[in-house]
């Protein structure tokens, strides 16, 4: 493909196949106006004019500097389908895509009304999953709250991670990105915190903000006496309370019946904390004949044997 | 009302000539039917609309696949003649357990029998207890296929078996003309606000009831799977009423068993249900993940379920055989105050209580310990060849 010197002015002001975030790059900015364009940009000679198909970071600053033309490579391009691949596979090759770009890179092709055959190939360059709402995701991905696609451009997360979004409506996903870039939450933590109030929210038939703002979500992340560690522990536990209100109460009624044993230093009890094992496990460390005596005693006395009782109830 | 169909049949080219293909292709109405190597629909919903006839001369009957111990399995053996099933319950574990779609059929049952004979003949002692409706509706598409009416003439007057037709299907008619002797028909149920909710193209469980004591007045023994148990506000009232109506429209001499079984499925399925039936809210509930790595509810709330429902059947007829499915020692001893050893025993409980309540009509020899001994597993080492 030859490069050509294509004057600014013929190349239309088009972001139609832009699929990557545009960010001000100053770097960028000053090798240009220092030694101009190096890399050629690509353009598409359609329908009587030329449409740009990548460099659009390149092409603007090209504007803003009222540079006069930039080096181009043409592609002829009767169908822009292939043309349009073409570009995604250099890039594919160049560097990791995000799941948005992914997503953007979609809804071009769903726009230039690409067939079956196009979508296979896009499904193998940008190793989509073969799940039958595979277009609906990455739809809905387009549609996710600015500051959504932020947060998963700038942890890269995945197609399947993403997916946590898609339930949420606007308001819900700006909540979860402010407790997420509040407490710098990553979004394994943040899968799993969405995933429990949402549970909740199905479960409870009850909106998620109305769930957040009872569980004082946004107050113990802002809360400037506690630590970030501290603020996550307690959201999560408040989170975990409310999903699973039976078991904690099951647990509650363990710890309080294993406090009120009174066991000796040396031993603790324990037990699955599913409740499904069943049964508790009794451990002591006997160091001396003293701590064999005492773990008789008190597993002889009535309060040991009570203790048991209220919890065997359970486990 | 069921509102099931079959929109098409798929006829693999090896299982054209088969006597029981022509059966169907001559009960199929005005369903269309080609003939091709495999087929692929583009859903489930699909797929549950879709026979497809095939034949298979591997192994058909297989033990029951029941779930990793602890937890108590019966030792009922599978028959693998339908995989798949047109009905469309959102717990139903068969649409992330079987990888194909469509209801597969295989029309083979020559070698089935054969395999089933196999098997009385290796443990002649072993009274073995066969069933159709583990991958499937047993009784769904007898329309077409008559499918039950051969397994129950071939089992009939064997000494040491019977088959189970498990099933949400009201169509019984075909089966009132067929020697009812070592056939048990046994029905899914569960409350009708979990029928209308949960159980997609499912007849009432009126219907059921009806159906059921139709064939009881014929002479079937009958079976109740509580299976699964929802966990639900209300449930215990709401499942108190199903034992109650059970009770009021059948003998309940004529039960041979009820299992209790609580929602439970492999992590896997839970997106399934949640993009399949966005409405259905049964995997909210508290679900733990158990010992063999199934979603389940905590042991204390599947006892308080099955305590209510056992006490509701015990005080109905103390004499019913109920066992749990994949259930832990400890909720058999705390709910009904004891507990088999193993899986083996289990089997042998069965056993003894057949005998006991109908010994005399399956002609059945009294069961002996040895022959349910868990140092010999009943066939899953072994192969069986027609």
């Not at chain 2, 899914?188 to 009432?204: D, G, T």
């Not at chain 2, 709910?335 to 042998?348: I, M």
Request: charged share 25%; net charge neutral; proline share 6%.
């Amino acid at each position: 493909m030859k490069i050509k010197e294509i004057p600014l002015k013929e190349i239309r002001e088009d972001f139609f196949f832009c699929f990557t975030a545009q960010k001000p790059d100053p770097k960028l900015q000053a090798s240009i106006a220092r030694s101009g364009i190096r890399t050629p940009v690509q353009l598409a000679w359609h329908e009587g004019c030329y449409r740009p198909l990548s460099g659009f970071k390149r092409l603007g600053i090209a504007r803003s500097l009222n540079m006069h033309a930039v080096p181009a490579e043409i592609a002829d391009a009767a169908d822009l389908v292939p043309v349009f691949l073409g570009v995604v596979e250099e890039q594919r090759a160049m560097r990791e895509l995000t799941v948005v770009e992914k997503a953007r890179i979609a809804g071009i092709l769903e726009r230039l009304g690409a067939g079956e055959e196009a979508w296979n190939t896009l499904s193998v360059l940008l190793e989509l999953p073969d799940r039958p709402d595979l277009k609906e995701l990455l739809r809905s991905i387009r549609d996710y709250a600015p500051a959504v696609q932020t947060y998963l451009e700038q942890y890269g997360v995945s197609l399947k991670k993403a997916r946590m979004f898609s339930p949420l409506s606007d308001e819900e996903q700006e909540h979860f990105i402010r407790l997420a870039v509040t407490l710098q939450i990553r979004p394994v933590e943040l899968t799993g915190i969405i995933t429990l109030l949402y549970e909740i929210g199905q479960r409870e038939q009850s909106p998620l903000n109305r769930i957040m703002e009872q569980l004082g979500l946004f107050r113990i992340s802002e809360d400037p006496d506690l630590t970030r560690n501290v603020k996550t522990d307690r959201i999560k536990k408040a989170i975990r309370e409310r999903r699973y209100p039976r078991i904690g109460q099951w647990q509650s009624a363990l710890h309080e019946a294993g406090k009120s044993m009174q066991l000796p230093d040396h031993a603790q009890i324990e037990w699955d904390d599913r409740l499904e094992a069943p049964g508790v496990i009794l451990k002591a460390h006997i160091q001396s004949r003293e701590d064999l005596t005492s773990l008789q005693e008190w597993l002889s006395s009535e309060s040991c044997r009570k203790s048991f009782d209220r919890m065997l109830e359970i486990v | 009302m069921s509102g099931f169909q079959i929109d098409r049949i798929v006829v693999h080219p090896e299982a054209r000539s088969c006597a029981l293909t022509e059966r169907i292709l001559s009960n199929r109405g005005d369903i269309p039917f080609t003939v091709a190597d495999s087929v692929k629909p583009h859903s489930l919903r699909e797929g549950k609309r879709t026979l497809f006839l095939t034949q298979h001369s591997g192994q058909r009957v297989k033990p029951c696949p029941a779930t990793a111990s602890p937890y108590l399995c019966c030792q009922y053996t599978v028959i693998h003649s339908c995989m798949q099933c047109p009905m469309d319950c959102t717990y139903c574990v068969l649409q992330d357990y079987l990888e194909s779609p469509v209801i597969e059929l295989n029309v083979r049952t020559d070698i089935i029998f054969g395999q089933i004979e196999a098997m009385l003949a290796d443990q002649p002692h072993r009274f073995f207890r066969f069933g159709t409706g583990e991958l499937g509706d047993s009784l769904a598409l007898d329309a077409l296929t008559g499918l039950s009416g051969d397994f129950i003439d071939f089992f009939s007057g064997r000494r040491n078996a019977l088959i189970e037709l498990k099933t949400k299907s009201v169509q019984i008619g075909h089966l009132l003309q067929h020697d009812p002797g070592h056939t048990v028909i046994s029905w899914s149920v569960n409350p009708e606000s979990v029928i209308r909710a949960q159980e997609m193209h499912a007849p009432s469980l009126q219907a059921r009831l009806d159906a059921a004591r139709q064939c009881q007045e014929t002479g079937y023994m009958l079976g109740f799977h509580f299976d699964p148990v929802l966990y639900f506000e209300d449930c215990v009232v709401q499942y108190r009423d199903v034992v109650r109506r059970i009770f009021g429209s059948v003998d309940s001499n004529r039960i041979a068993w009820i299992s209790l079984g609580s929602l439970r499925f492999p992590p896997s399925l839970k997106s399934v249900i949640q993009t399949r039936f966005p409405g259905s809210r049964i995997v909210y509930e508290e679900m733990i993940r158990g010992l063999d790595g199934k979603l389940r509810y905590p042991r204390p709330m599947r006892m308080e379920l099955y305590s209510a429902l056992h006490h509701e059947i015990q005080k109905a007829d103390p004499d019913v055989f109920v066992y749990f499915c994949m259930e832990l020692p400890r909720v058999w001893e705390r709910v009904t105050g004891r507990s088999p050893a193993g899986n083996a025993e289990l089997d042998l409980w069965f056993a003894r209580s057949l005998h006991e309540r109908f010994g005399s009509e399956l002609n059945m020899e009294q069961p002996r310990s040895d022959a349910y001994t868990p140092d010999k597993p009943p066939f899953s080492d072994r192969t069986f060849s027609a």
